[in-house]
């Protein structure tokens, strides 16, 4: 032992010596060698090789927790009865030990958590349950369980699901505990973060534990103390969410008995905003219960019952008051205020209004039982008060008319816009004219007011909601056609405004989309002079009309009719097309320094190069809808990562039987192969134009460019529009695309992407510099954005393949030389405190290519060791530990890694489509080398998401990854999913982007080495997962990723030849596996499987956007059908067990 360690062992001994004298002198000599570099360094490294026969940290707390049992008994057995200087003095040494305890938690988890969870939790759970040990320990104990505990992520994934629930028992004891010695705030804090963390890393607290939730807000009813309510009702509404699935009925019928009370809290007490924002989600939560997808009536899936129907009068009651309130403060409060309520509050009034509104009942009597006081409640001769409420669209219709003020008005357009564009079913056709005539009134009213966007947001969700009505009468459609006139003419006439010009647009296009009105000459004006710059409600605006109407040929124009005599008449085409280039007279080119909006802003996804290249058809109205009717691609959609609850309503539906489209066969079709459509044909000469103008504009660049003073995101652009209108012209099959590789815009487009590469690899070693980053992250988004790996033909495909013939060797390499050196450096966004990661033991977790057994890689680790990664102990937030996958690890270098990462991946699977110049095969060399063992650092947070990128983007659906580049994908697999293999976020999200991995194992030699390789890795670790799972380590959310990866497996060996799960040394194939997960305790994950259960009876190949099917042999559907029959009874007998 080193000298440095020997006298802190003699230092920890005299801890306990009998004379406090001599005790004090040790704890100043203990703090002083708990900070010396030397002795902290034996006590790291001592406690991360886990060998008990070294002093280390954990040594040295049992140490301090004896001195401080000593401390605490020599204070409890001291006189009763002493003066008030004394217990002054005893209540300082209190809380010097105290500090002294949390003075060391510090110093030795400031590195890394290096302290056993299990012994932190023990001492501090002593210490609180202990009541003698008064407010003085259980305030700073309570205190390191939210600062080092909770929001340490090691911490957070160790404690069990016993424990988890013990501390939420101990801690709301205390908070219903009617001491005047507690912070209830504090405990309110650690209810909300212990809620959140025993729903994330378990499958959630049992249904019993709703009791405390009704107590505390009982307790807030009476003692007329908001103290920490926050906290407990947002703790509350985790816990119903996670509870939801499984105890529908039982969560209904707990809204029904708290909602009062929390509306009476509302009425009589004076909440802040945070606790009526929390509030609010509770109501918005209780009525996504009780009326899934706005369902009304028990027949189509709600819940109903007289006494939630009157929660409901009230609660609209109520809201009408506080938006009302909200309207006065507005009027009568001193400097700027904004009119418009919060879009939660909007929200939840709109689908109250939903459910309350018919077209029988206009006025209604309610009883407010929840005014009364608690004695009053218990004297049932004492009547509750009564009240009665205005119903239907009359109270909107008031609410827009009797008040001038933009407080009293925007509210209320708010409301009518979300409950007509959530639920346009709700305005009966005989509302329509009434409230249009309201709307048209406000419309010219206060123009530049703040109430004007709101009017043009309501009257675009009117005329949507019209389009889709077709049993109006005639009469009646003629009245409305008489407004939306009036309208039209209104909302022309003020497109010049730009503050509201999104919002003119946009009821320009929702008027031509439910063809209201028919669209005069004067509307294509709009798109020909300076009324209007090109923008993005513009272009969605006139996307619409091309499609719906057509685009005449001529149309007499003031400026653009002159400009246009110098040669020869334009066509309206050619002066929409000139208009959305900003395209000015040859004689004008060479002073032209602006340059057009599709240059320099975003618009969708080659919707202006649909529109130029529909307006050189002579048919333009079927080349716009030729162009429009294929659905975006998977690229350009939005990937929602955290699941919503619209999902959960979704299942309560499906459990209803009143959504069924999870039913739906799918039907055999053959592989769809793209035909463009014979027959269109182009105007040359406007097609010459259209050549002409784009050739112009890359000139413009090209004659322009420096690469010190370039601005790379402005040539790619343009090079993005040059091969957008090829990719069009390809699609429609006016150009092939053979001719299209030779055109002069093809050359052009290279010439610019080349510049804009050349301005790239300038910024290579500048990578520290803010400004650059976020131009280059821009860059890569843009890029990424003109690629697609999808299967189905389409113009972005067609698109994309040219893109690609754009990107030069030398550019993809530098790309990725930068990526390398990015994910090099590891930089820290949380400045709190240097943080060293824990090593696992290789012998307990990491698993041998050659080890096929999945009990290797999750087999916990010995009781007392900590086997798992220490996820950086900076990783805190306010109620709970931050996710590794959380953005907030991340600084923009890493962003900026992560963006050209997954351009690199997207490239390497859609450049195997065509000829491109660079090596793709050596590109993915590359990133594969990002994850070998020497450079793979899992506990580092930009390598885990580094991972997850390449797990995901990688393996192409059309194009497979090599088989044996999928073996080097996969071998850092086990040693992340062991690394991480208690925290459920993390195992949730490997497991979804192992799904495209999965694809991959059908492609090629079924008896290679490098396949059977990929195969054995990959099952491995489902196969862990799923031992994991039947032990009950798995919440729902990891189970259901599971299923999902099962699911893919059968569609890929529905025969189960090499799907074959080994655990503990049995095989198990995966379509005798699946069918387990009928019988699942948790009813999302039963439900999705059961969706999936045809698997079991089907080969279900697929080819691009299509399914072929092919009946399974008979003898295995036999033994199909009988596994997942026996599991759905015995899942059905579980649930009527469990049953509240």
């Not at 007289?306 to 009027?331: C, V």
């Not at 009547?383 to 407080?407: N, R």
């Not at 660049?701 to 090829?726: D, K, W």
């Not at 990015?822 to 041998?848: C, F, Q, T, W």
């Amino acid at each position: 032992m080193s000298l440095a360690l020997n006298d802190l062992l003699i230092c920890c001994r005299q801890l306990e010596h009998d004379r406090a004298t001599e005790r004090r002198k040790e704890v100043e000599k203990f703090k002083r060698l708990i900070r010396d570099p030397e002795t902290v360094q034996h006590l790291d490294r001592h406690s991360d090789s886990k060998q008990s026969k070294y002093l280390n940290w954990d040594a040295v707390f049992r140490f301090l927790q004896k001195y401080v049992q000593k401390e605490t008994e020599c204070l409890r057995t001291a006189k009763p009865s002493v003066s008030a200087s004394t217990q002054a003095t005893r209540q300082k040494k209190m809380q010097e030990i105290s500090s002294l305890v949390k003075y060391f938690i510090k110093c030795a988890n400031k590195r890394a958590p290096r302290l056993k969870c299990q012994e932190l939790l023990n001492y501090i759970m002593d210490t609180v349950k202990d009541s003698s040990n008064g407010s003085v320990y259980g305030a700073d104990c309570s205190n390191i369980l939210l600062k080092d505990i909770l929001s340490v992520r090691k911490y957070w994934c160790e404690i069990s699901q016993q424990q988890w629930l013990e501390l939420f028992s101990v801690y709301f004891s205390l908070y219903l505990k009617p001491a005047q010695d507690i912070n209830r705030v504090l405990v309110a804090r650690i209810i909300h973060a212990v809620t959140r963390g025993c729903c994330s890393q378990t499958d959630g607290l049992n249904s019993k534990f709703l009791d405390f939730f009704s107590k505390a807000i009982q307790h807030a009813r009476q003692e007329k103390s908001s103290a920490g309510l926050n906290h407990i009702l947002a703790a509350f509404v985790i816990f119903l969410k996670t509870l939801a699935a499984n105890f529908r009925i039982r969560v209904c019928q707990l809204g029904d008995e708290i909602l009062p009370t929390l509306l009476y809290i509302w009425t009589q007490h004076r909440l802040n905003d945070s606790l009526k924002e929390v509030i609010i989600e509770l109501f918005q939560l209780q009525i996504y219960v009780h009326h899934p997808k706005g369902a009304k009536t028990q027949e189509k899936g709600a819940y109903e019952s007289s006494k939630w129907r009157s929660i409901l009068y009230n609660l609209y009651d109520l809201l009408i008051n506080e938006i009302n309130h909200i309207g006065s403060r507005g009027k009568y409060s001193s400097g700027s205020r904004n009119a418009a309520v919060k879009e939660n509050l909007i929200e939840l009034m709109a689908d109250i209004c939903h459910q309350i509104f018919n077209e029988d009942t206009r006025s209604l009597e309610i009883s407010q039982s929840y005014t009364t006081t608690q004695r009053e409640c218990n004297d049932y001769s004492v009547p509750c008060k009564k009240k009665k409420i205005e119903l239907g669209w009359e109270v909107i219709k008031d609410h827009l008319q009797k008040s001038q003020s933009d407080f009293d008005l925007v509210p209320w357009l708010q409301i009518t816009t979300q409950l007509i564009s959530k639920y346009p079913s709700s305005l009966p056709n005989y509302e329509l004219s009434p409230l249009l005539m309201i709307l048209y009134q406000l419309l010219p009213q206060h123009r530049h007011g703040e109430r004007t966007p709101y009017v043009l947001r309501c009257l675009t969700e009117v005329a949507l909601c019209q389009g889709k009505k077709s049993n109006l009468e005639g009469s009646q459609k003629s009245d409305l056609l008489k407004f939306w006139i009036k309208i039209w003419s209104l909302t022309f006439r003020g497109i010049s405004s730009e503050q509201i010009q999104a919002e003119n647009f946009g009821l320009l296009g929702a008027i031509i989309q439910g063809s209201l009105i028919e669209v005069d000459r004067e509307f294509w004006k709009l798109f020909t002079g300076s009324a209007c710059r090109p923008s993005h409600p513009a272009v969605c605006c006139l996307t619409l009309a091309m499609a719906i109407c057509g685009v005449p040929e001529t149309v007499k124009t003031g400026v653009e009719q002159s400009i246009c005599e110098v040669n020869r008449s334009c066509s309206l085409k050619e002066l929409i097309i000139r208009w959305l280039l900003l395209y000015q007279l040859e004689d004008d080119l060479e002073d032209r320094t602006e340059l057009p909006p599709v240059l320099h802003s975003n618009f969708p996804h080659l919707a202006v190069e649909k529109i130029l290249v529909s307006l050189t058809v002579k048919n333009c109205k079927a080349a716009m809808n030729f162009l429009q009717r294929v659905p975006e691609c998977e690229q350009h959609q939005k990937v929602q990562e955290e699941p919503s609850f619209s999902e959960v309503e979704e299942l309560f539906l499906q459990t209803t039987f009143d959504k069924m489209d999870f039913l739906t066969i799918v039907k055999e079709c053959a592989v769809e192969k793209h035909q463009a459509t014979v027959g269109f044909s182009v105007h040359q000469n406007l097609k010459e134009s259209l050549d002409r103008y784009l050739l112009g504009l890359s000139e413009q660049l090209l004659n322009n460019y420096s690469p010190e003073t370039a601005n790379a995101e402005t040539l790619i652009r343009c090079s993005s529009l040059l091969v957008g209108v090829l990719g069009c012209y390809c699609y429609v099959g006016v150009v092939a695309e053979e001719e299209a590789y030779r055109s002069e815009l093809f050359q052009k487009a290279k010439s610019l992407m080349q510049c804009a590469g050349e301005s790239i690899t300038l910024l290579k070693n500048k990578t520290y510099e803010e400004a650059r980053v976020a131009s280059l992250r821009n860059v890569m988004t843009l890029c990424t954005g003109c690629l697609c790996n999808c299967t189905k033909p389409s113009p972005n495909k067609i698109a994309s393949r040219f893109f690609l013939r754009l990107l030069t060797s030398k550019l993809m390499n530098d790309i990725a030389d930068i990526c390398r050196s990015l994910a090099s450096l590891i930089r820290k966004p949380l400045d709190l405190g240097e943080v060293e990661s824990m090593e696992d033991d290789p012998d307990e977790n990491l698993m041998e290519v050659e080890d096929q057994s999945s009990m290797n890689l999750f087999t916990d680790a010995p009781a007392g060791g900590t086997s798992d990664a220490a996820v950086s102990g900076d990783s805190q937030s306010a109620f709970g530990a931050m996710n590794p996958l959380a953005e907030e690890h991340l600084s923009k270098q890493d962003l900026l890694f992560l963006d050209m990462l997954k351009f690199l991946c997207v490239c390497t699977t859609t450049a195997q489509t065509g000829t491109v110049s660079f090596r793709a095969a050596d590109i993915r060399r590359k990133l594969l080398m990002l994850v070998d063992t020497s450079m793979l650092d899992p506990a580092k947070s930009l390598h885990l998401r580094m991972y997850l990128v390449l797990l995901k983007e990688l393996p192409g659906e059309e194009y497979p990854l090599p088989m044996e580049e999928v073996v080097e994908l996969l071998k850092p697999l086990s040693n992340v999913c062991s690394f991480y293999r208690r925290d459920q976020d993390v195992c949730r999200t490997v497991l979804n982007h192992l799904v495209p991995v999965v694809r991959n194992l059908c492609q090629g030699d079924m008896d290679a080495e490098n396949t059977r390789d990929a195969q054995g890795q990959l099952l491995t670790v489902i196969g862990a997962f799923w031992h994991l799972a039947k032990e009950g380590k798995c919440t729902f959310s990891v189970r259901m990723a599971l299923v999902k990866c099962l699911k893919t497996l059968l569609e890929t060996d529905p025969y189960s030849k090499w799907a074959v799960l080994n655990v503990m040394g049995k095989d198990f194939p995966v379509n005798e596996v699946f069918p387990h997960f009928l019988s699942d305790r948790h009813h999302h994950v039963s439900m999705l499987a059961a969706e999936s259960v045809n698997r079991l009876f089907q080969d279900m190949k697929h080819r691009g956007s299509s399914t072929l099917l092919k009946a399974l042999p008979l003898k295995l559907q036999q033994t199909a059908f009988e596994n997942a029959y026996l599991k759905a009874l015995e899942g059905m007998r579980e649930v009527i067990s469990g049953w509240p």
